[in-house]
Each structure stands twice: as C-alpha cells, then as structure tokens.
Nanobody
Framework: QVQLVESGGGLVQAGGSLRLSCAAS????????AGWFRQAPGKEREFVAAISYNGISSYYVDSVKGRFTISRDNAKNTVYLQMNSLKPEDTAVYYC?????????????????WGQGTQVTVSS
C-alpha cells in the first residue's frame, strides 16, 4: 500500500502561482511513477502531468504546457506540481497518483494509488 497526501491548494488570483505537494508513505517511492490529475465541477477527471520514477521523463497536457512543472524529490518521498500563470479554468480538485512502473502516462487506469485531492480555485 502507498498512502498519498496532497497539500498546497488554495485560492489565488488569475496570473498567480501555487505549488502543490504530494507526500507518499508506505513503499519505496523511487520505484513509482507519479502523475497529477484534476477534476472541475461537473467535469470528468483529466490528466495534467506525469513524471517517471527517476524524474527524467515528464509529460503535460497541452493546456498547461509552459505554465506547470512536475518534479519529484525521492529523498523526501514527495512529488510537486508548480503552477504558474494560473487561469480561472485551472480551478479544480487536484489529485496525485502513483503506479509501480517507470512511467505511467496520461491514463488514470494506469495508476494504482490516489490521494484525497486538494482544491485549487483561481479567481478572475
């Protein structure tokens, strides 16, 4: 089992920044690929970003490229999502997820463990 706890969400004005953190416990975190997903009210959960277990490979949905950066610190068992130039359409609950794999990509079904989510609200 892997337990994931997200933090760092909140209310921010458009153009602002937030950094989300996802702390993992329970297994060797460096053996797990990680990803961030989000779900806005009334919408399906969507992929945001993914990173390989060693942090070398990453991938983003087009709508956040150039604004968001996924990273990880395996010594701290934590994955991050730095979000800059935030837009109202980024408002959602953000979830981190991990999978026992080198890299798990954009499909939520590829991930084994999920956090409880953290709310991000961007005001216009």
């Amino acid at each position: 089992q892997v337990q994931l706890v997200e933090s760092g969400g909140g209310l921010v004005q458009a153009g602002g920044s937030l950094r989300l953190s996802c702390a993992a416990s329970g297994r060797t975190f460096s053996n797990y690929a990680a990803g961030w997903f989000r779900q806005a009210p009334g919408k399906e959960r969507e992929f945001v970003a993914a990173i390989s277990y060693n942090g070398i490979s990453s991938y983003y949905v087009d709508s956040v490229k150039g604004r968001f950066t996924i990273s990880r610190d395996n010594a701290k068992n934590t994955v991050y999502l730095q979000m800059n130039s935030l837009k109202p359409e980024d408002t959602a609950v953000y979830y981190c997820a991990v999978a026992r794999a080198y890299y798990s990509g954009s499909h939520s079904s590829n991930y084994d463990y999920w956090g409880q989510g953290t709310q991000v609200t961007v005001s216009s």
